[in-house]
């Protein structure tokens, strides 16, 4: 985890749901060069600071992404089945990838601001991949495995008129401040017994509007990361969205719009929750 003011956050190790270790003096930060470095050499020294008691409450601190603002942030779209037919889209052959832009990325609690212009913000909860080192070429998803330095709650937000009618790709209804809040902490694979088989879901003003499991992924998080390995090079500490399941705003008939003052929960199980707020365009 990552936790302090927007811009200093300090790197935590969650020991529990109340409590964590400090290791700032040991880790700069969250970032390409901890990925690339292996976090193993985390586990003893944290290990022998919860045997010697030195664990912190947690208290009121801002929580932050769970690393810091990666090379790229790169997503799957239609890859659940249900949500393609709720969109009217066909289930795609091969993973539809696009990005978004790296300066999205905001804690899992801080607020979603509409931009201007905006009259179709939508939600969408889905499971994040993390990127531990340099990757390419992979020979197959089991090479995956290797690749990836954990998983992580995310929402990428969207903006569908800008998505969907204004001409070019995607990243326009993906990219503007504060679309994607990641978190709380990043977990590492060994943590989750099946990233395949984790249940999802989101509520807007408490009402449900998603629920889903990984299981129902068209591509799952292995074979996503050899795919995407074929076309570019994935760096440490990049960021992949893997797709959400049905009941994001566009898929209501009539659609549903996020409007400010809207507020947004969200859990992914053994991933934690987020909660945001929609704020009005600056």
């Not at 091969?94 to 201007?116: A, M, W």
Request: proline letters at 9%; one cysteine or more.
């Amino acid at each position: 985890m990552r936790i302090g003011p927007d811009g200093s956050e300090k790197p935590v190790v969650r020991v529990d749901a109340s409590s964590y270790v400090d290791v700032d003096d040991l880790v700069g930060d969250f970032d390409a060069a901890f990925f690339a470095g292996g976090h193993d050499r985390l586990r003893a020294a944290v290990a022998e600071r919860v045997a010697a008691g030195q664990t912190v409450p947690f208290g009121d601190e801002r929580i932050g992404a769970p690393f810091a603002r990666p090379h790229q942030i790169l997503c799957i779209g239609l890859n659940y089945a249900d949500h393609a037919a709720e969109t009217g889209q066909p289930v795609p052959d091969e993973p539809i990838l696009f990005n978004k832009s790296p300066n999205t990325l905001v804690g899992p609690n801080d607020p979603i601001r509409q931009p201007r212009g905006s009259t179709k913000l939508d939600w969408e909860v889905e499971l994040g991949i993390v990127i531990s080192r340099r990757t390419s070429y992979l020979d197959s998803p089991a090479d995956a495995h290797a690749a990836i330095a954990g998983f992580v709650l995310v929402n990428d937000v969207s903006e569908r008129a800008f998505q969907q009618e204004r001409g070019g790709q995607w990243v326009k209804g993906k990219s503007a401040e504060t679309f994607n809040p990641a978190g709380p902490w990043l977990a590492t694979p060994d943590e989750i017994a099946d990233v395949r088989d984790l249940g999802m879901w989101l509520d807007v003003n408490g009402v449900r509007r998603q629920t889903g499991r990984t299981a129902t992924m068209v591509f799952d998080p292995y074979v996503i990361v050899h795919y995407v390995s074929q076309f570019l090079v994935l760096e440490p500490g990049d960021l992949i969205n893997t797709g959400t399941p049905p009941g994001v705003g566009m898929g209501f008939k009539p659609p549903v719009w996020l409007q400010p003052g809207d507020v947004i929960d969200l859990g992914i199980d053994g991933l934690g929750t987020q909660r945001s707020t929609v704020l009005a365009p600056r």
